[in-house]
C-alpha cells in the first residue's frame, strides 16, 4: 500500500521503534485484503505534546465542547511517540467512524471494520486499545514497550522518563 502523506507525516513522529512497527503494520494491512477493495487505512494520529492533551483534556471542562479525552497531559501514550490511530476510509475517501451519523453504516459494521484489522497488529506485537477494559478504543495501537507491566505502571514510567528528558526505546 502507498501510504499517504497524512501516514507518513504521522508515522514521523513516533519513536523509531513505534515507526519501525507502524510501518510494518501498514505494509501487512495492505498484503491481508481485510478490507473491500479501494479501501484504504491512514494513521491519522500520532505524537501529541504534552500542550497539545492538555488542549484537548480543556475541551468541555474550561473550553467549549463536548469531552473528548479523559487523559490530562502525561496520561496518555500518545504523549510519548510510542502510539498511533488508523483510520479507516472507503473507497470515495469517507472516514468510516462519520458514516454512522450519515445513516449510511452502522456502529457495529464500523467496529467491526477496526476489529478485522486488530490481529494484524498484535501479531507485530502491538497492544490493542480494543482489549483494554478501561476504555474499548479500537484504532488504537501501541508499542509493547515493557510486557511484564500494566498501562497504569506503563504509563507512570513513560510520564518519568519524560520528567527526566530520558530517551524512551
Ligand atoms: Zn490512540
Known amino acids: 500500500m502507498t501510504m499517504d502523506q497524512r501516514t507518513l ?10 515507526q519501525d512497527k507502524a510501518r510494518a503494520f501498514m505494509d501487512a494491512i495492505a ?6 477493495t479501494g479501501w484504504y487505512v ?3 494520529s500520532g505524537l501529541r505534546s504534552y500542550a497539545e492533551q492538555d488542549i484537548l483534556y480543556q475541551e468541555g471542562r474550561t473550553t467549549p465542547g463536548p ?3 479523559n487523559a ?10 510510542v502510539a498511533f490511530d488508523l ?17 449510511i453504516m452502522s456502529e457495529a459494521q464500523v467496529s467491526d471494520y477496526y476489529r478485522y484489522l486488530a490481529p494484524i497488529g ?10 483494554w477494559e478501561s ?5 488504537h495501537y501501541e508499542l509493547n514497550l515493557w510486557p511484564d507491566l500494566r498501562e497504569t505502571e506503563r504509563l507512570a514510567k513513560l510520564r518519568y522518563l519524560h520528567s527526566r528528558g530520558e530517551e524512551i526505546e
Open 42 to 44: 491512514s494513521i491519522i
Open 87 to 103: 483510520g479507516i476510509f472507503d473507497a470515495d475517501g469517507r472516514y468510516i467512524d462519520d458514516l454512522p451519523d450519515r445513516g
Open 9 to 18: 507525516d504521522n508515522i514521523a513522529t513516533l519513536i523509531p521503534a513505534a
Open 122 to 131: 498484535k501479531a507485530l506485537g502491538l497492544i490493542w486499545g480494543g482489549d
Open 72 to 81: 490530562p497531559a502525561g496520561y496518555s501514550t500518545h504523549n510519548f511517540g
Open 135 to 139: 476504555i474499548d478504543d479500537e484504532p
Open 31 to 36: 498484503e491481508s485484503n481485510r478490507l473491500p
Open 67 to 69: 469531552i473528548v479525552t
